[in-house]
Nanobody, 120 residues
Framework: QVQLVESGGGLVQAGGSLRLSCAAS????????MRWYRQAPGKQRELVAT???????NYGDSVKGRFTISRDNARNTMYLQLLSLKPEDTAVYYC??????????????WGQGTQVSVSS
């Protein structure tokens, strides 16, 4: 079993910044793709950014140029740097990871979410 724990959310003013973290623990053999999603009230969950184990990244159109995803494979931790925040970035941010508990046995895992609130 793998646990994902997010941290770093909070309340900031528009134009501010935050850094989110997602730490994986438990029976981790290898973590493959990791993603950040977000869900605003009354809206569907949205894919924010993706990072592979090799460091390749991809971003949703609404956050390109403002958010940066990264990871530390040695620490099984993923980060999301949020810059130039806008009120529409307000949401619960979720960490998602495809992890192997042993070679070839992979599952998808979710964190509990961290709230990001941006005031205008």
């Amino acid at each position: 079993q793998v646990q994902l724990v997010e941290s770093g959310g909070g309340l900031v003013q528009a134009g501010g910044s935050l850094r989110l973290s997602c730490a994986a623990s438990g029976s981790v053999f290898r973590i493959n793709v990791m993603r950040w999603y977000r869900q605003a009230p009354g809206k569907q969950r949205e894919l924010v950014a993706t990072i592979t184990s090799g460091g390749s990244t991809n971003y949703g159109d609404s956050v390109k140029g403002r958010f940066t995803i990264s990871r530390d494979n040695a620490r099984n931790t993923m980060y999301l740097q949020l810059l130039s925040l806008k009120p529409e970035d307000t949401a619960v941010y979720y960490c998602n990871a495809e992890a192997e508990v042993r070679a070839g046995l992979r599952y998808g895992y979710w964190g509990q979410g961290t709230q990001v609130s941006v005031s205008s």
